[in-house]
Structure formats: C-alpha cells, structure tokens
C-alpha cells in the first residue's frame, strides 16, 4: 500500500537513526548545582555587564550516573470515530541509565492533544521559553511539488517531536504532572484531564497586560531603560533578523534552482530529439544514448533534491524564526511584569520577579545552545544532500565519458 | 604514397601559430584580425617554416571557390561568421581574445581537413594559399567557377520550381537527414545556453547566501566560526562557475561547426539534383528531335508550318535530304550530350556516395570527442562544487579541523 501515511512510516523509519540525535538530551538534574551557580552569578553582576552565557566551551558530559530521555513521535496512523477522522502519532519515551534502557512507554496522541499541552503550559510557564508545535496548516506555495501529504505529515511528526523534546531538556518542566500525563497516561485519563477547567495563570491580571503576538511591535515607552536582559534581547532580534534574511535568500536559491531544473528537462528533451533523428535513419544512436541516460540521471537527482529542499530546509528555518518570536515574547512579559514590579513596590511581586528573571536566564543559556546545535544540524544535512547530489553527478558523467572513450561497434 | 599522391597534410605540418589585429582604416573600430599560417616541411624539420597571413574573409572566398569547383566534395566547414546560441555573459565581442582563439582553432582544423583531403589538397589555389603570399585570389577569380548568378539559381530553382526530388535513396536520405540533424542539434545548443544563463544566476545567489553568512557569524558565538567558514567557502563556490561555463561555450563551437556540415550535405545533394535534372533535360531533348526528324522524314507534317513552308518556298528532294542530314547530325550531338550528362551524373554520384561515407565516419569521431569533452567537463563541474559543498559541510560538523 503506498497512501502518504505509510510512505512517511517508511521515510521516518529512516529518519529514526537521525532522530538518535536530535532525541538525546542530557538534562543536568544531575549537577543541580551548576545551575545554581551561574544563576547566582549573574544576579552580583552589574546591569551593563550582564553578557549572554557563552556556549563555547564544551563541557565534557559525564556520562556516569546519567539518566537520559529519548523522545520519539513516528507511527502515523489514520482514525475515523464518529463524525471525526484524524491522525494519531505514537509517542514513545525511553529512559535510559548508564545507557541501559530501564523504563519505555507508548501512547497515542492527536495534534489537538498537544494543541491542549502546550496551552496549558505556556499559561503555567510564563517565563519559560516553550518550544512551538509545528503549524495547523501549510500555506506555502509549493511551486515545484504538489503538497505530499506524506511530506507535510513528516514534517508535523518532526515537530512534535522536537516540541517533546525541548520539553524534557527543561528540568522544570519536564516534571509536570501535566507533562507526565501526557507521556504515560492512557487515553481515558488524558481526556479526563482535558475536561478540566483551564489552569489559572500564575500571574495576577495586574501583573501582566501583554497578548502574546509575536509581530506586536514592543511598546515604546519614551527612553527605555536599560537592563540587564536588553543586551539578550539585541541579540535575539538580530538573530532574528539573521534567520528572516536566510530564509527570503534561500527561497530565492529554491526558485533559481526550480529554473536550472525546468532548463535541465527542456534540454534532456532535446537530446531525445536528437536520439529520435538518429534512430530515423539508421545510424548509429550510441553516442546520443549514452548522454540522453547521463542527461537523464541528473534531472532525477534534480527533482529528488528539490522536493525536499522546502520541506527540510526552508520551513524549519521559518519555524526558528517564530522561535524567536517566543523567546522575545517571554522576554516583553518580563520587561512588562518587571515595571509593574517597580510601580507596585510589592515585596512578594519583587520575589516572583527575582525567580521569573532567573528562570528566564538559564532557559535562554538551554535555549542558546539548543539553536547552536540544531542550526548547525540543519546546514550540515543541507550542505550533506548537496554533497550526495554533486558525488551522484560525478559519477552519471563519469560513467558516460567511459562508455564514449570506446569506439562503439556498428549495428 | 609517392611524393606525386601525398596530400598536403603529409607533407607539412600545418599550424595558425599565431593572430594579428590589423586597421583597415585610421579609426579605432575599423579592425580585423589576421591568422598566421605556419607550413614547416615534415620531412625536413629544420628548415623554415612558410608563413602566410590571411584573414577570415579570405578563408571564406577560398572555401566558395573550393566549393563551387569540386561540387560533389564535403568541403570542410569554417567557424560561423557570426556568433550564435551563447549565454548573456558569454564573449560576445569578435575581437575579444577568447573568441578569437576559438577562431583559430577552427579555421587551423578547417585547413587541416582541406589539406588530407586528396583532391582538395591538390588544387592549386589551396596551395599557393598556404604556401606563397600572392597569387591565390588570381587563380580563383581566373578560375570563373564564382560565377555569382550560377551559384544562385540552384537552390533558388530547387526551392520555387517544386523541383522533384531525387529518386536515388541514398541522397534522398541524406538530405532528410542533414534538415533534420541540423535542427535537432540547433535546439540543444539553444538549450543549453538557457540552461548556462540559470546556472550561472543561481551561483551567483550563493555569493550573497556567503555574505549573509559571514556577516551574520559576527553576531554569534559557537555558530560564529561555522558560519564564517562556510560564507567563505561559498563565495569559493559561487566564483567557480563563470570560467566553466566559457569552457562549456568553446566545446559549443565544435558542436555548431557540426551542424554546419549539414548544409554543405544538403549543397551537395542539391547539386546531384541539378545533374540528374540536366540528364533528364537531355534525353528529353534528344527524344523531342528524334520525333521530329522521324516526323520529317517521313512527311507526316502535312498541316504543320514547315509543310506549308515547303509547298510555297518549292522545297526540292534535294533541300529535303540536307535538311535531314541537318538533323541527324544534331541528334548525334544531341546523343553526345546525353551520354555526356549521363557520364556526369554517375561520376559524381559515385564520388559524391565515397565522400558522404567517408563524411559519416569522421562526424561519428567528431561526435564522440564532443560528447565526450561535455561529459567530461560536466563532471569537472560537479567535482568543484562537491569539494566546496563538502567543505561547507564540514564547517558545520563537530570536532572540527582549522583551516
């Protein structure tokens, strides 16, 4: 059977062994400490001189006493009950100590089930940097290939498996009994937990004013005063900035590249042509055969490497873009509860705001290093399929150039 | 082979060695260029070698003379006149030096086939054109073969008169095939320029992605020297292209010089017609006179113009019997003519068949060696931009070595 459901089984078999990865996460439960210490840190540092974490040292991972969690989201399997029909995707953790697996758990889940997680946690985590689910619908124009479900399908797994993820990196919020519910629970306890009336905000409505859009312009309130999380945000801006750039520029490179394959085709069209007027006459049709096969080779490449060009490449980027939007998100709220802060004068307020600011602190230094990884995960596999594809190219011509070198025998 | 049957590629070896711009007027843009042709005797290397200089234009007269003359040969082709089916940053410029190395080795090859071939490289006009400075124009304006209105008619009667076609396979086949080759192989090099245009753009749009990427390294801390690497070796890549690509449009040429050929095969097969035709016009001619004497003689001509012609003018037998004679005499010239054109036709069909055989064998060389090249120097593309995209690749691997 080949429905874009299985075929995505098929592909995301394959994208498991990549998954190993991207699914490996060391939370540092073991070295609470650590923690502590740099958050202690940055608090007896002066305003000004408050810098981002630096990740470029590599901290040697100590593997002994270690528990480590995988994530995977894969198995995508159609349901139709009643009135509805959706898909539901297997969500499988695994964890391991010492590198011996010692606990595994499987459950289904819909999309709107983690529609439903993460609302809640983003009204129960503030000021936490909470990882976005990969978009309702896609509305890119797929200029080259017809939306495949099985793509779009993948690509959503993909994301939810990354929102998971990210989710249990966070040592806080891994913990959530929500966060549990959702990873172990059967489905009538989830559903039961759904009905539930939706968790009220730590945050009293005087607290904080601001909806969370990412494209509202941050408001300006005369000269802003510096702090110590202005630096962060100039740098996330720029980021951001960085990744809308690379995105508009790769698109461009997409459609240069869509234009090559349109030429590359009309071309191999031509010398089929060509092949057609030898073969008419009777003479000999090797030589043209050897290139139209050669010709041929590459427009396949081609069009293989452009079909995922968008879906693995562009789109991702575009979703670290609406990741910054997040981290700016929860920096506005800060910024907004901290001069409610200072207006209210209240001491409890002024608590809250000390635990807010650190909380936001060191999930930007796990956020930081979390997009240092997987950007670099991201232009390593592009460059890499580039690689597959010019290597593919070699060896097409160089396997024709040999069959010309021998003079051929006539018919 | 004796030293009366050895062609002139046996005996010299023969080089453009060099070009020359040369004014014709005082104004700047007034120039053309010059071939310095190079004959050194095979035999005896340390003698000097014969130079001469021509320009393209002299190529060209010496090639309609050559044509013209030896109607049944594949005269070899020269590089186009004007230059065609390139992309938009190709040398478009005559002058240019790129273009003019083209040029040279063209119209050395050009020579080169002219001199192996054996009745080509006899002629004395071709001689005197490598060997002596003056005197070849000579030879071919005396040689009235460039009869401006003769070489116009053929094709003009062929095309207007719904000239039947030749009969004879062989050459009907070979004309199809020449139209058709020449278009198939018009639309490739079309192509292929199109397809040189889109890839030269979409290298150029990965010096921007490198700009990006260098100036966005200065923002960043760990990712920083990755990006850094990487924009720099994707401004490597993106300079790759351009000199490829005029590769690719020299190895062009070879291919266009080929479509060439197959006009010369179409001239040719146009001139089988045009005998065939003259033959057929003979023994028509021969046959309308033989009916007409026979008529006469045997005075079946009662109501024509001639009977009344004799009745009134008193035509004796005497008259009648010279009259005759008359004919008779110009049916045997008549027949001459015929056996002549009949002769003609075969000769050059069989000359003609020898040179189309010997034709396809050196295209399918040619061909190869085109095709080959292509691949080859696609595959040298695709090398270059293997080791960039690996090294851009590595940029963003852990553990990384330093440049």
Known sequence: ?411 | MTEEHSTLFDRYDIQISNTERRNSSIAIQDCYIVYLIECRLKANKEDESICVFRRYSDFETLRNYLVAKYSWVIVPVLPEKTISHTWSKSHQDRTSVEVVERRRVLLERFLQHVCAHPTLSADSAVQTFLLQNDGWKHIVDTSHVLNKSESLIPSFKLNLMQHERTKDKRFLDAYQYAIDLNNVLHNVLRARAKLADRIFLYYQSHNQLGRLFSEWSTTEDKLGDSLQRAGHFLDSFAGQIEEYLHEEDALMDFLKHQASYCDVIKSVVEKHEQLVEDNSKQETTLGVKRTQRDAYATGKMNFSVNALKSKLFGENDQTRYAKIETMDSDINDAVLHCQNADIRVKEFNKNALIELDFYKTMKEEQMREILRSYCLLQARIAKAALKSWTNIRDSFSNGQTPI
Request: aromatic share 6%; with cysteine; proline share 5%.
């Open chain 1, 1 to 411: 059977m080949d429905d874009p459901l299985s075929r995505a089984l098929r592909e995301d078999e394959q994208g498991i062994s990549n998954a190993h990865e991207n699914g490996q996460t060391t939370p540092n439960v073991a070295d609470p400490d650590c923690l502590e210490k740099t958050s202690s840190l940055s608090i007896s540092h002066s305003h000004n001189d408050w810098i981002l974490p630096s990740t470029n040292e590599r901290r040697e991972e100590v593997e002994v006493n270690e528990e480590q969690t995988k994530i995977y989201v894969g198995d995508p399997k159609k349901h139709k009950s009643n009135l509805d029909s959706f898909i539901t995707y297997l969500v499988t953790m695994q964890t391991y100590n010492d590198g011996v697996q010692i606990n595994e758990t499987n459950v289904r889940r819909r999309y709107n089930d983690f529609v439903w997680l993460k609302n809640l946690l983003d009204v129960k985590y503030p000021f936490n940097i909470i990882s976005p689910l990969p978009i309702k619908h896609t509305l890119s124009k797929k200029l080259h290939v017809i939306a495949d479900d099985g793509e779009f399908i993948r690509r959503r797994m993909n994301g939810l498996q990354n929102f998971l993820r990210r989710i249990i990196n966070n040592p806080v919020i891994s913990i959530d009994p929500s966060v549990q519910l959702f990873l172990t629970a059967d489905d009538e306890a989830l559903h039961s937990a759904q009905q539930q009336p939706n968790p009220t905000s730590p945050l009293t409505p005087q607290m904080t004013s601001s909806t969370s859009n990412p494209f509202r312009q941050p408001i300006g309130r005369g000269k802003p005063i510096p702090s110590e999380f202005s630096r962060t945000d100039n740098q996330i801006q720029m980021l951001q900035d960085n990744l809308r750039k690379l995105e508009r520029l790769s698109r461009k490179i997409e459609s240069d590249q869509i234009a090559i394959h349109t030429e590359e085709e009309h071309l191999l069209s031509t010398f089929k042509q060509w092949l057609d007027t030898e073969r008419k006459y009777d003479e000999n049709d090797s030589l043209v055969d050897t290139i139209c096969n050669a010709e041929q080779k590459i427009v396949d490449n081609q069009d293989d490497l452009l079909r995922t060009t968008n879906t693995k490449y562009i789109e991702p980027i575009n979703e670290y873009v609406l990741f910054t939007g997040v981290v700016q998100d929860v920096l506005k709220r800060r910024a907004q509860f901290a001069d409610n802060v200072t207006a209210s004068n209240n001491e409890e307020m002024f608590d809250q705001l000390t635990i807010a600011n650190e909380t936001i602190k060191a999930d930007v230094q796990r956020w930081t290093e979390g997009k240092d990884k997987e950007l670099m995960d991201l232009f390593h596999s592009m460059a890499n399929k580039k690689v597959d594809f010019y290597t593919q190219s070699i060896n097409a011509w160089e396997q024709a150039a040999a069959k010309l070198s021998t003079p051929t025998n006539h018919r």
